[in-house]
Structure formats: C-alpha cells, structure tokens
C-alpha cells in the first residue's frame, strides 16, 4: 500500500507520560494540537500516575524489559487512570481550546480489538497485542470533524479489557487510516529527535530516509535506542503512512510545522 | 413540546449502583440492554466502588443529603471509577453480547456542559448541574447504530470535570433527545416499581398518569421517598419523553418490554 499525496491529512500525534505528568507541558502541547488544521487523532501514554497510584493501593508493579506486568489488579489501575482520569482531562482541556474531541479507549465502539499477549517465557498478563482497527467508525467520526482522544486500553472482544502499548497502538491506528488519509505520524518523547551525537541536542538528524538510515547505521551512528523507533517507523512508512516525526513534545507546535525533530521518510 | 408517537424509538436507560455493584446482576441487565430492537443509551451511577476506592486511598467523603460533597482528591476518584473502570467494563460486556457501545462522559464530543452548583450554604465542590446536551452528536452516532454508554461526569466547557448526578443525566438526556425521538426512559433501582404498600412488593402500581398520581397522593398513597422520583417523572413527560418506567434493575428485560414495574404517562 503506498500514500496517496492527494488524500485528506491526518495527524496522528502520540504523547508519552512525560508531558501527561507535567501539566504546563501537557498544556502546551495540547493548545499546538488545537491548531491543527485538518483531521487529528491523540494518543496519550499513562505517565507515572498509573504507577503511583498502584503504590497507593498497595499494588506490586513488575516491569520486564520495561514492560509492564498487567495483572488484574493492576488492569483495573490502567483502566482507572488511562482510559478515567488522564483521557478526560485531555479532553476536557482540549474542549476548552475549542476542539471537538471525544475521548475514547480501544473497547469503545470496538476501536480496536486486541488479543491477550503469548509469550513463550513471560505471562504479561492482561497485556493486548492489537488485531484490527475499526477504520470506519474513525473516518466517521474525524469527517464529523471530531477529534478523537485515545486510551490505550484494548479489549478482546469477549468482555475482557487489556493494557496495550500507546506507541503500538499509535502506529496500529496510523497504517490503518493511511488506506484513506494521507496520515503524519509524530511521536512526541523527551529528545529532541534522532541525533547524530547522543549527547549533544543540536545534533537532530532533521531528515533521514532509508538510504540515509542504512549508512548511519552502518557507520553505527544510530544510537542502539534508538532503532527500535526506527525500524518502527519504516514499517509504518510501508504499510502507507506518509511521514513519521520523532521529536520533543514540548515542542509539539514545531513538530506539527515540520520545523524540529526528525523526520522520517521512504525516500 | 410533545412527543410524536410516529418517531423512532429511543431507549434511555440508567442502571444504579446496586446493580453497578454486583457482576451477576450488572450482566444480566447487560443482556437485557443487548435485546433492544432499536435505538439505545444506557446511563450508569457509580456505586460503591468509588467510597471504596476513597476509603483504600484515604480521601474523607462527605455526603450531605445524599449527594457527595466532591474535592478535587474525590473528583479524580470518581473520574476514575466512573468514566474508566465502570464504563469500560459496561462497554467489553456489550461489545461481547454484540452491541455497538461506545463509552462516554458528558465531556466527550461535549456531550453534556454544566457549570459547578451554587448553593447558599452548601459547598458541593465539583458538582455539575446540566446546563445543555449535545442533541446533534448523540443523534449521529445513534443513527450509526451506536449504543452510548454515559458515566455521569460532565464539564464546564473551560477545562472543569464535575460529578453529576447519574439521574439527572438520563433525565436530561432523555427530554433532549425527545425533539426528534419517542423516548421510553428507565429508571432500574432496588424496588419492583411504585407501590402502593411499601412493605408488600407485590402492590406494584402498573400504570400511573398525573391524574392517578394525584389521587393516590391526596390519599397519601405515595410514598415520600417516590415523591421526587415521581415528580422527575412527571417533568420529563411534560417537556415531551414519551414514558417512564420504574422498576427493579434485575428486571430490565420485563422493564424493557413493558411487563415489569411502573409505567408513568401523562395521560
């Protein structure tokens, strides 16, 4: 499937829980999402509220490879938090703004369905690896011009709800909708961009396609962190999203401008 | 305003905390909800697992007259409880009995603004009083076929969560939507409906009108308790719903098809 430069923009922006945890950057961020232009879908992480809160109630958390371990206790907190208290604040801030945003979480009108997680090794319990995307049920909301808010908290189809990764369920959403839109992807995390020097935040590569990655790579100019997120956004790049964008949320305005981070292409 | 018996039929139904509380009786009223032939929003309370939550998390509630005093530290609570955990769960269950749910609060897609209750002496806290709903967006999204599940938190349009009362909601709702639906509206709670002996379940009142209501209250045979309930009632007739049933919330499906409780019309 290739991106059609003549479709309808879609932006698909994914904020991690280091702005949703600091509400003057979560502000910010959210009043450059209020003046996109154009149809937009916001996909927030969970921050450190979930895991507060599980401290709160006495509620082990276990994390494997940053993973976090989602037992049904700990199913209730994310549902509490994510898909409760974070996404309606989001909204309630983003109605203020004048954005016509609808919060909801992948259970809702089936948004996506998800199957629990099997691993040889490792019970992640109730951890959602997603299945399908409503894309229907999206396009008509965004052509009613509402701006949806997403959770990310899946459900199997069979009345059980899952905890599911924000990044995955960003890029899930972003193929899926590129069969009409032409969709920009933009994560928004704590560094500037991809840099060339991991310490020095002015060294963002502004544009890397697949070539230009290759020979950085090969060069081992990629920081190892780093290529998760790459190799990410390439397998977004084929599947037809347009551009993917990796930069600081806080500078979530000149993300959506294409005037910081890095951006990502096929070529 | 009057209801247009040739209009399609709109289901408002609101399920308390009892019910809410317990997953056995809380899935069959899911399953009643499921059989509706036609359009459908169920309004859920909150129940107890909100006191609870704040109990666990040592956040002192305050109930005057019934109605929770709400903090800001309650707020969250409720935020959380009503608008994640219960409407998540509400809506996998009915995605898994094959309805369209979509989960919402009155913030989502601005669904329902209030502004916080002023009172001469009391100080509610965040508490909202319906100022108006969103007639056009529940409109679309049931002619989607799309059953809307709401949790009863509401906003200020300038960024303010408030609790709101789960009744009121429905009732709000329910009146709102009768300009271009005929609206049955449910009220599920503990009791077989109105009776006419308090002690004796089996003295249900099938049917009520304003002129029986009268009677039986000049013969002080209405119990004080329904008289609010009553006088609810008789307000969203008057403001065009079509009919309102009372009865216990296990029942739903004799409430849905009329055979249960008490059915309350103007004429």
Redesign the interface.
């Known amino acids: 499937m290739s991106s059609n430069t003549t479709s309808e923009l879609l932006y698909v922006i994914k904020i991690g829980g280091n702005i949703v945890d600091n509400p003057v950057l979560l502000t910010q961020c959210l009043k450059a999402f209020s003046g996109i232009k154009g149809k937009a879908i916001l996909v927030h992480g969970g921050g450190k509220l979930a895991t507060q809160l599980a401290k709160?109630?006495n509620v082990p958390q276990e994390m494997v490879e940053g993973r976090r371990i989602t037992d049904a206790e700990t199913l209730?907190i994310v549902?509490?938090?994510?898909?409760?208290?974070i996404?309606?604040?989001i909204?309630?801030?983003l109605?203020?703004l004048g954005v016509?945003?609808?919060?909801?979480?992948g259970?809702?009108?089936?948004l996506i369905k998800a199957h629990k997680r099997v691993h040889a090794s490792i019970d992640y319990g109730f951890v959602g690896d997603v299945d399908e995307v409503n894309i229907s049920?999206i396009d008509?909301l965004l052509q009613?011009n509402?701006s949806i808010v997403i959770a990310p908290?899946t459900?199997d189809?069979?009345?059980?709800?899952l905890n599911t990764n924000a990044d995955t369920i960003a890029q899930s959403i972003a193929t899926a909708m590129s069969a009409k839109y032409a969709v920009h992807l933009i994560y928004g995390f704590e560094k500037e961009g991809v840099l060339l020097d991991v310490n020095n935040p002015n060294s963002v590569i502004q544009h890397i396609n697949k070539e230009k990655y290759q020979n950085l790579k090969d060069q081992q100019l990629i920081f190892e962190g780093m290529i998760p997120k790459m190799d990410n956004a390439f397998l977004a790049l084929d599947k037809g999203v347009q551009s993917v964008m990796i930069g600081m949320a806080e500078k979530m305005n000149e993300l959506i401008n294409g005037i910081a981070g890095t951006t990502i292409t096929q070529s």
Chains 1, 2 share one sequence.
Not at 79 to 85: D, F, K, Q, S
Not at 100 to 105: F, P, T
Not at 107 to 110: R, T
Not at 157 to 161: A, D, E, F, K, T
């Open positions: 709160d109630l209730k549902t509490m938090v994510y898909a409760g208290l996404n309606k604040n909204v309630a801030q109605q203020s016509q945003a609808m919060g909801l979480s259970v809702d009108a089936n049920m008509n009613q509402t908290i459900h189809g069979n009345g059980q709800l």
